[in-house]
């Protein structure tokens, strides 16, 4: 059948952060669940760690750290068949560019994908300009979908490549209401992000309130949902961490809050109340029926990412919800958010079908076309060749001498350079939570 999967498959996966590797691995699982799957991990500044890797806990069959470069080097046509690019957008731009030079005279080429993460609330033309050229580009909802197609149809290319699906990590069993009693209290999980809201200010008043909400509920239980622990970087900077904001706080946690990490969808389980800014575990709460608050408190705001929940009927504050006010989402709103629910009677799964339908007409076809991103030096020569080099790549998509002789090391120097890689994405990290917020403050005085 078309919609049939395609099995035996090779894939590789390329994500550049923790987020990006969950929603990059679990999504080429659904596209092709019995393909062979390497996973690559770009070098940066938030490249995960083993235990970041450990919490999301989508396995690869294979997986290295490498550079943009070494990737280009290690995608042969010949031995993949699926390329699925889990990055930024600029870095996904540089690697269509990358792989349409590598693979020039190839007799056949991997379909390539790409797609995003989350919630799409900034930067829709650019980022999806910048993942023009991709035989597939995944939509997570009907309403990306359209506000996809319409900025293709704007420029002048191809709508062809959206295909609209579901975000990949939409499980778990519906929420029961009856659950809370005996030997667990009601949970409410303040879900924070690295980036939303940025200023200490504003971190800590949100700290605050989660903990007057425990001092106000004692019989509730109340967890800041952390996503990664100090010197750690996930998909978005994090120069104050809700860790060192809690140190701080005068008399420290009531006894019923407390800071937690773990897998999202397990803490998901025990939860009763989600509340959040505006992260993608909300759409997670939501399919499984789980009342869920997106804060007002400091504004609703394109900055913060909460207007994209407008009209959901999860908007709320601390205060009302310290009074006892339960959101409750409007179905209509989730249907066109591509979040069905967990008691839908059209199985989550078969959001992906038209997803696996295109991949296997495209890995049937002996000769895809070559890659054609929208933005080539003519269409965009002001902006483009930027992109590229801070990738190593020259405006031609072809690797730079300094990092094509960096990717071919020998094996004393490839383990000296895995170490600088080490110390220097540490110190990276150091300045970040540390030295930057310090100069900041001395710039106020």
């Known amino acids: 059948m078309l919609n049939d999967p395609p099995s035996q498959l090779r894939t590789a996966v390329l994500a550049d952060s923790d987020t990006r590797w969950k929603w990059g691995a679990l999504t080429a699982r659904r596209m092709a669940p019995e393909a062979v799957l390497d996973g690559y991990l770009l070098h940066g500044r938030a490249t995960p760690t083993a235990r970041q890797l450990a919490e999301v806990g989508v396995p690869a069959d294979a997986m290295r750290e490498v550079t943009a470069v070494e990737f280009l080097a290690a995608a042969d046509p010949d031995r993949y068949d699926v390329v699925l ?3 930024v957008g600029g870095t996904v731009q540089a690697m269509l560019h990358g792989l349409a030079r590598a693979w020039q005279g190839a007799r056949r ?7 995003y993460v989350g919630v799409v609330y900034e930067k829709l033309s650019d980022g999806l300009l910048l993942r023009n050229g991709a035989d597939i580009v995944l939509a997570n909802s009907r309403q990306d979908a359209e506000r996809f197609r319409a900025v293709y149809e704007g420029v002048g290319a191809s709508p062809n490549s959206i295909v609209e699906c579901a975000l990949p990590f939409l ?3 519906a929420y029961d209401p009856a659950a809370p009693g005996g030997d667990r209290p009601y949970t409410v999980v303040f879900a924070v992000q690295p980036s939303v809201p940025d200023t200490r200010e504003d971190r800590l008043y949100l700290l605050r309130r989660a903990v007057r909400h425990a001092e106000r509920h004692p019989e509730r239980e109340v967890l800041v949902k952390l996503r990664s622990r100090p010197g750690e970087h996930t998909t978005h900077i994090e120069e104050a961490p809700y860790q060192k904001l809690a140190r701080k706080l005068p008399g420290g946690l ?3 809050c407390s800071l937690v990490y773990g897998n999202m969808g397990e803490v998901l389980d025990r939860t009763d109340l989600l509340v959040t800014v505006s992260s993608t575990a909300a759409l ?3 399919h499984r029926g789980i009342p869920t608050a997106v804060l007002t408190d400091l504004g609703v705001r394109e900055p913060l990412g909460n207007h994209h929940f407008l009209g ?3 908007l709320a504050s601390w205060d009302e919800l310290d009074a006892g006010h339960l959101p409750k989402p409007d179905p209509v709103w989730l249907s066109r958010q591509g979040v069905p629910g967990a008691a839908s009677a059209e199985p989550y799964d078969a959001a992906f079908d038209r997803a696996r339908a295109r991949l296997t007409t495209l890995v049937a076809d002996p000769q895809l076309p070559p890659l054609a991103p929208y933005y080539t030096p003519e269409t965009a020569g002001g902006y483009l060749p930027r992109i590229l080099a801070r990738h190593g790549l020259a405006p031609t998509g072809e ?12 094996p004393l120097r490839r383990w000296a350079r895995t170490l600088l890689r080490k110390a220097a994405r540490a110190a990276y990290r150091g300045g970040v939570q540390r030295i930057a917020p310090l100069i900041r403050r001395m710039g106020a005085l």
């Open 284 to 286: 997670e709460s939501l």
């Open 399 to 410: 690797p730079l001498p300094q990092a094509a002789a960096a990717a071919e090391p020998g």
């Open 312 to 314: 959901s009927g999860c």
């Open 254 to 256: 009531p006894a019923n």
């Open 109 to 115: 080429r991997p379909a390539v994908v790409t797609g």
């Open 171 to 173: 499980d778990g069993a």
């Open 85 to 87: 690019l889990s990055c």
